[in-house]
Structure formats: C-alpha cells, structure tokens
C-alpha cells in the first residue's frame, strides 16, 4: 500500500483514492475520493461541501476472489 502524500500530488484523472480531511465534521477524516479537473466527489458529496483535504493516497488492492466466505 502506499504512503501519505501531499494532495497536491493526487491523481486529477477519476481514479478512486484515500483522502485525509481537515476538521472532518462528518465524524471521520479518512474518505474515498474521485478528483477530477473540474469537479471532486469525497465519499457521495461534492469536494466544495467538504472541509480541506490535505493528504492523498492509493487505494489498497481489493482482497482475493478466495476470501474463506464462500
């Protein structure tokens, strides 16, 4: 998995990342974001609605088809 990086540094592209917030009010400070040119989703809510994200990284990868549930 990847290390913090500075939000400046994130991808603009629509990838799925981890976002560290500033002063989160919704309990939490860690979301998944889409970053876009011009427009950013945290979680279901536009970036506008959401306090400052300051740190960025990868998504980890998703686990394996054989989880032991099935």
Known sequence: ???WQPIET???DGT???VWLVKAHLGTRI???S???NISLVGQM???DMPEMLLWM???PPPAAD???G
């Open 31 to 33: 979301h998944v974001a």
């Open 35 to 37: 970053l876009r040119p």
């Open 67 to 69: 989880d032991g549930n």
């Open 10 to 12: 994130a991808p603009r």
């Open 16 to 18: 799925p990342i981890l």
């Open 46 to 48: 536009f970036a506008f």
């Open 1 to 3: 998995m990847g290390e």
């Open 58 to 60: 990868p998504l980890p």
